[in-house]
């Protein structure tokens, strides 16, 4: 079985992981899981429970249901908070036969499915129109940026001015991101604007939205035998998936001796982690670690380096992924200080 | 366009209709509305509000949204109140690609699904096993036999026994409603009972449900023309839906008396209704007047009737139904004394 998934706009939307949960069919949950697995995707197989529902819920982006879509509604209709804090929803059947956009269908869920439903050969069941309706919310895109919006109060009138079809300048940056809809425009040129840095500036404009880049810190898990090439690639493969250049990342954090002679190549300071500091860190976010790691005595790698060398604050951004099965990689942001 | 259901389980379960609710689309929600109605379901028209669907959901078995599935789901979110107090819920997209059985599926909706799919020439979207579970609850079929329970604290040992896979024996019908599922058998010799009966009884044995068959009370709107037979007709089309004989009508009522001949014929007692006590009525639950009888200043003919001469805890059973474009009636039964 090949997937052909479309890395463009999407993936950014899962950074922070898909959860599949299945109700009793292991199998099927299972080939979904590989589907989104082989294609990069942080993807992590839970079997339903309120617990596990209401973690994947806060923790990841979206949640893929392997189960008969009444009983998913009943259980998004426990946690349902809004548009804009619910993760994506999509379920699967047991049978593999359809893939439905339950919630999110303008967030990425549509394009989930698709995708998905390509690489399980099932029909997928689009309600809505074809055509992406509304625009990308400055949230949104602080969010792809992957930085934090200096002046929040400023958002409302410059929303306004995208939803009235004004066009908004974006400076600082050579070319927006894939996939941002609305009149966003790179330019100098207009009434409401929105400035890009990666500086600690002042922001005093009320119709300019300041956003700062925020700095990244990369954990990393590698078996013994991971080479430094391999290694490198994994970091570059994650920053990829992110859009940042090495320049935003502040740390790079492993148990790994190994991982130190890259950061050194990269000019990157390395953090080294302890044993004793992963099992003493706390996240409920946190990937649930393998049985191989559970062997070890860790409760997990890539993700808790990448927190702890965060530091306060931090937040994960990237899920772990694998690369090349010999290398895991995760990435949180550089927590303020 | 031709469309075939099948009108054998599901009818009974729309009795009191099916709301057709949608957001913008009209033309397609008119589509799912005549292919309902052509097949005898009383379908009504909504668009989308709060306070429809508020109504929708306490007055209806069925809700069938124009919409797309994320607004179904947030609106499903705001009503939903549990399995056995929900309507049964039908997603159609916009496009009629797809019809989706959002609640119920176990208690009608697949079927539905499936019939309103075919009509349509749309694709089914089924995600529950294709084996249908469980068993048909006491109060599920005393709702078929549109008869009271008289001693409720005896439903939870029978319904024990049924969950079991004990026989539970019915006495006093002949044979079984369609679509009864569960161990209940026609017989004398059971541990556990279900009487059904149209006596006053005493209902002492605690292993015994006693069913109480209720009367019905049909109400009459005619046009003019409408002759006799034709009227004759309608009465006996609306009792077979319900499979409820004769001797079960305790009254026939209507504003023509022209409806007078006919129950006089059928030895059924007349009761004229007055339009001033059709307008002086209120009834959450009554479908929407046409616009024919707005013109005439009257806010509903056969379902208020019926819920006239139902006397006091009448309620509606079976929501008007159009027969030969002439005739319309619609069942209630007759309040306790």
Same mark, same amino acid.
């Given at each position: ?34 589907? &989104? ?20 819920? $806060? ?9 008969? &879509? ?8 426990? !946690?349902? #908070?809004?548009?804009? *804090? ?7 059947? +047991?049978?593999?036969? !359809? ?11 549509? *394009? ?19 055509? #992406?309706?509304?625009?990308? $919310? ?65 922001? /005093? +404009?009320?119709?300019?939205?300041? &956003? ?27 920053? +990829?998936?992110? %859009? ?26 390395? /953090? ?8 003493? !860190? ?22 808790? %380096? ?11 951004? &990237? /899920?772990?992924?694998?690369?090349? /099965? ?12």
């Amino acid at each position: 079985m090949s997937y052909q998934f479309e890395h463009v706009v999407v993936k950014m939307w899962w950074r922070r992981g898909i959860a599949v949960i299945y109700a009793t069919n292991e199998e099927s949950a299972k080939k979904v899981l590989e589907a &989104l697995k082989e294609n990069g995707y942080p993807a992590v197989l839970f079997k339903y429970s309120l617990e596990n529902v209401e973690r994947a819920w $806060s923790c990841y982006d979206a949640i893929v249901f392997i189960m008969a &879509l009444g009983g998913v509604v009943r259980t998004v209709c426990r !946690f349902a #908070q809004g548009k804009d *804090k619910d993760p994506s929803v999509v379920t699967v059947d +047991d049978g593999l036969k !359809f893939v439905i956009p339950v919630l999110g269908s303008h967030w990425g869920s549509n *394009k989930l499915t698709e995708e998905l439903a390509k690489a399980l050969n099932s029909t997928p069941v689009i309600t809505t129109a074809s055509e #992406q309706s509304g625009i990308t $919310s400055i949230e949104e895109l602080a969010n792809t940026l992957i930085a934090k919006v200096i002046n929040v109060n400023a958002i409302v009138k410059v929303t306004s001015a995208l939803l009235r079809g004004e066009n908004v300048c974006v400076k600082g940056l050579k070319e927006l991101p894939k996939g941002v809809r609305g009149n966003y425009v790179i330019g100098e040129e207009c009434k409401y604007n929105v400035v890009v840095t990666d500086k600690e500036v002042e922001c /005093r +404009d009320e119709n300019t939205v300041c &956003l700062k880049l925020l700095k990244v810190a990369v954990g990393v898990g590698a078996k013994k035998e991971a080479s430094p090439t391999v290694i490198k690639e994994a970091v570059f493969h994650a920053l +990829d998936i992110l %859009s940042l250049t090495l320049d935003r990342v502040s740390v790079i954090a492993s148990l790994r001796d190994s991982v130190e002679s890259v950061s050194k190549e990269l000019g990157v300071p390395f /953090r080294k982690i302890t044993p004793e500091e992963i099992n003493s !860190f706390n996240d409920e976010c946190l990937t649930p670690p393998s049985e191989k790691l559970s062997e070890l005595g860790l409760k997990g790698v890539a993700e808790v %380096s990448a927190l702890i060398s965060g530091g306060n604050g931090a937040k994960l951004i &990237l /899920r772990k992924i694998q690369y090349k /099965r010999e290398v895991t990689v995760a990435v949180a942001t550089v927590g303020e200080q």
